[in-house]
């Protein structure tokens, strides 16, 4: 069993997606393909590691807001490139805490709503699914068999997530698999988040701000139904998402099948 999450000293939810098993009895290659939270707190041991791979390319899904007010540490190996998910974050991740806690001290679902909402808006604003099929074009044309591909968001759980999911359905993995590494963020991302609260309790936060604030920070199975329901409704099943939605014809899919599996 190899180590999935990566040990980032200045950054979380740092994993890769190798020894997957497919259903056709194949696996993800290991150290090929790696999902990760933001770049920008990266020290000099977590570059050379991730260099080590090597990484070669480096997809960053953050609004431009988000990237000028947190540029990644550059990858010495790696060349970098902007798809941003949503024009604007949508996610919440640069929202000032005090916005957050106007927001949503009195409102305890309030971030699960939002969680829901913004997983709704990345499988039907057409600005997004462009952005989708933009990354797997990148995939598609920079892939190396011997070169590793990285791609991340801010917390690298919702934008990366979706990323994720996409893909592990392109390669073949089961939908059980495909769920857990997408639940694999809490754990990932645990101490993140813990140290997150425990400050906010410090400054007495009331329990509803809490409760939404840790629903903006974790993946909640709910989130990602929330978007299998109209990829559904829309396109009768993820496979035909991603047929007539992202575009990847039947050859697209068996050149990433070819790069990615053994």
């Known amino acids: 069993m190899i180590s999935r999450i990566l040990p980032i000293k200045k950054g979380y939810n740092f994993r890769e997606l190798g020894d997957y098993q497919t259903l056709d ?27 080590r791979y090597p990484i070669t390319q480096v997809v960053d899904f953050r609004s ?8 990644d540490k550059k990858i010495a ?6 798809i941003p998910i949503f024009k604007e974050d949508a996610t919440q991740s640069m929202a000032t805490e005090v916005e957050l806690y106007e927001r949503y001290t009195n409102n305890p679902l309030g971030g699960q709503q939002q969680m829901r909402q913004v997983y709704r808006d990345m499988v039907q604003d057409p600005y997004s699914i462009l952005k989708y099929r933009q990354f797997f074009e990148r995939l598609l044309t920079e892939a190396h068999p011997e070169q590793a591909f990285l791609f ?16 592990l359905n392109v390669l073949g993995v089961p939908a059980a698999t495909i769920r857990y590494d997408y639940l694999l963020s809490n754990t990932a991302s645990r101490e ?6 425990k400050a906010l309790r410090q400054k007495d936060a009331s329990s509803g701000f809490l409760k939404s604030m840790h629903a903006l920070m974790s993946v909640d199975q709910s989130y990602l139904q929330a978007a299998e329901i109209l990829i559904d409704q829309e396109y009768g099943s993820t496979q035909g998402f991603i047929r007539h939605a992202l575009g990847l014809t039947h050859s697209d899919i068996e050149q990433l099948r070819a790069i990615y599996l053994e």
């Open 25 to 51: 009895g194949r696996r993800i290659k290991q150290q090929r393909l790696f999902r990760t939270g933001h770049l920008a707190q990266l020290d000099k041991h977590d570059l050379m590691l991730l260099a």
């Open 64 to 71: 431009p807001l988000e990237r000028k007010q947190a540029p």
């Open 152 to 167: 991340h968001c801010t917390g690298g759980k919702d934008r990366t997530g979706m990323a994720a999911y996409y893909l």
């Open 192 to 197: 993140h988040v813990a140290a997150r609260i």
């Open 77 to 82: 190996t790696a060349t970098y490139e902007s």
